[in-house]
């Protein structure tokens, strides 16, 4: 059974930094940890960031420059590290990962980010 343990999110202030990390596990050796989604009340979800296994990245527009997006391959993890943070920022973060071979999309139970003062 394969679960994505999302940690990180929380409340900042407008400019503040948070990082946040998505680690599989279970037969998280079956899956590829990809990156986040976030979705705002209202909204639908959207990419956030997405890295592959070598290291390409790939930004939606409104994080570029501000965000960057790591991970580890040895333990599967996946991070986000988000600076200068503002208000349209806050949302609820989503991991995302697929199966190996790609039929499968897995998602985690969501972290919040809140960007307030």
């Known amino acids: 059974q394969v679960q994505l343990v999302e940690s990180g999110g929380g409340l900042v202030q407008p400019g503040g930094s948070l990082r946040l990390s998505c680690a599989a596990s279970?037969?998280?050796?079956?899956?590829?940890?990809k990156g986040w989604y976030r979705q705002a009340p209202g909204k639908q979800r959207e990419l956030v960031a997405i890295i592959t296994r070598g290291g390409n990245s790939v930004y939606t527009n409104s994080v570029t420059g501000r965000f960057t997006i790591s991970r580890d391959n040895a333990k599967n993890t996946v991070f986000l590290e988000m600076t200068s943070l503002k208000p349209e920022d806050t949302a609820t973060y989503y991991c995302n990962a697929e199966s190996q071979n790609g039929i499968s999309v897995y998602w985690g139970q969501g972290t919040q980010v809140t960007v307030s003062s």
């Open positions: 279970g037969s998280s050796l079956s899956i590829n940890v």
